[in-house]
């Protein structure tokens, strides 16, 4: 590692937490480029699903050609290329107006939350009960076959399974945007909703499921 860069650190005072870059090899054929949120008083962490469109984490990482910009839009990164052993990453201040609007509508643009390329990824550990996709796809799950995980309704098709499905044609022509875009969840946190905990100004609170902002 002589001489090598083995990771990035982006610490704004715009964003409560730190971000931070590595290249890892120890994935496999998932290997590359991944963003871990960090708070910064704190050793809480949590890993930036940059493919957002997928209830699956494999494909979280970022890939060749695709931009990110942090959520205080003052850096902007971009995987410009990667090997078997290395990456190499363009970090740059992030311009103002129009010109970083046409960043973020660049096709291989993603924030890691509402817009992200999209991916067909197989979630095969959430569907682990069932011996993964291949299972579910053999025993002839796919045309039909529904999981309710959350509270939500996935389709095997198209959600879950859509590689064993033969579904990557579809998954993979649909918008860069997620349905819904941005909204709040139906959750409380110690007893208060959404809009009472911004009229309280605890946006910016971590909470047990996440960032109460974000």
Known sequence: LSGQLVGIQISLHG??????FSYRKTPGKEAGVFAVFQDKHAPDSEL??????????????????????????????????????????HVYKAPKDQALAAIRARGNFTDGTYKCPRTCTDSDLLVSNFDGCAT???????????????????LISKDLCPAACGECPDVLTGPTVLRGGCGDRNVKINGMSCPVIAAKGHCEASTNIGHAGR
């Open 15 to 20: 964003n409560t937490r730190d971000i931070y």
């Open 48 to 89: 930036i699903d940059m493919a957002c469109h997928t209830p699956s984490q494999k494909d979280a990482r970022m890939q060749p050609g695709w931009t990110y910009v942090d959520p205080s839009s003052q850096v902007v990164v971009v995987l410009e290329k990667m090997t078997e052993e290395t990456a190499i990453i």
């Open 136 to 154: 579910l796809a053999r025993r002839g799950y796919c045309p039909d076959g529904v999981i309710k995980m959350g509270g939500r309704k996935y």
